[in-house]
């Protein structure tokens, strides 16, 4: 099968040497329009896809991402596999500034975002107990290693709702919880990815200490920037490696999130709305038939 890895993030990650065919591309969806045009480009035996989160120039505020849009577009221009970059504050001493978490667990304390493709009309629930794609995380770990970038495999990703950062008694209640990393974007994405049948994989680049770290002055939009910039040749090589991973992995049909829609729909084909069904098409038409 063809595979083509989506990568969610800022836009300086498509600035890879040696990338060719390129091009950005308009996509609708029946959910709307994606954050923006989505750059598509090849590296050797690997189809690339870009999709700027929050828009060039970052223009679109977390709440107002259309996560379905941008999933489904992927899922429409063939995606198979999507690495979600993001920058999130730590909370542990232990990721300081500038590592790099495989993430592998999330909890979900948005609340106003639209969370699922699926609705009246026709309804499905997907298993999200183990919310991330171990094999392509296994892809990730392999790269980061060789590249000697500061990692860590697992870890709770808090998704707030912001935008505004946390307040200082928020910040130790998440980490009462054992949460590893705190961001505003991975939900309702890592779900809708999910129900899209993607593998997806979430890397998060600790950019500050939130506010809980009496050490460290409180988070801003400027000490943010700056580690992201000076990381940024990390990141690009290794989207850079995963392509090449994710172009080769003879097992990539066999992973189970290829399946997640398998049991997942539980209105009976009677009762399904032929209007939803039609719009549910370019996410589970596998099993919608």
């Known amino acids: ?87 999130v504050g730590g909370l542990r001493a232990d990721l300081p500034p500038g590592t790099f978490v495989i993430v592998d667990q999330f909890i979900d304390r948005t609340f106003a975002r639209e969370k699922s493709f699926f609705g009246t009309g026709c309804v499905a629930h997907v298993s999200m107990a183990d919310p991330t794609c171990p094999r392509l995380g296994d892809h990730v770990q392999k790269r980061l290693a060789e590249q000697g970038v500061p990692h860590v495999r697992g870890g709770t990703y808090l998704t707030m709702e912001g935008p505004q950062f946390s307040t200082r008694a928020e910040s130790h209640l998440y980490r009462s919880w054992n949460c590893s990393v705190i961001g505003m974007t991975n939900m309702p994405e890592a779900k809708l990815a999910r129900e899209a049948e993607l593998c997806y994989c979430s890397v998060s680049m600790v950019t500050d200490f939130d506010c809980w770290h009496v050490g460290h002055d409180a988070v801003t939009v400027d000490a943010i920037v700056k580690v992201l910039l000076a990381n940024a040749e990390n990141a690009r090589q290794m989207v850079r490696g995963l392509a090449e991973d994710v172009a080769h992995d003879e097992h990539a049909a066999a992973c189970r999130c290829r399946h997640a829609l398998d049991n997942a729909i539980i209105t009976a084909p009677a009762a399904r709305d032929p209007e939803v069904v039609a719009r549910l098409q370019p996410i589970a038409g596998r099993v919608l038939g």
């Not at 870009?50 to 977390?62: A, C, D, K, Q, S």
Request: proline share 7%; with cysteine; glycine share 12%.
């Open 1 to 87: 099968m063809t595979k083509r890895l989506a990568i969610i993030g800022g836009s300086g990650l498509y600035d890879l040497p040696g990338l060719t065919d390129t091009r950005w591309v308009s996509v609708d969806t029946p959910w709307g329009a994606p954050s923006d045009e989505i750059f598509l480009g090849r590296l050797g035996d690997a189809e690339l896809a870009f999709l700027p989160r929050h828009g060039r120039g970052h223009r679109i505020p977390p709440s107002e991402v259309n996560y379905r849009a941008n999933i489904a577009a992927l899922k429409q221009l063939g995606a198979t596999d999507v690495l979600s970059c993001s920058a």
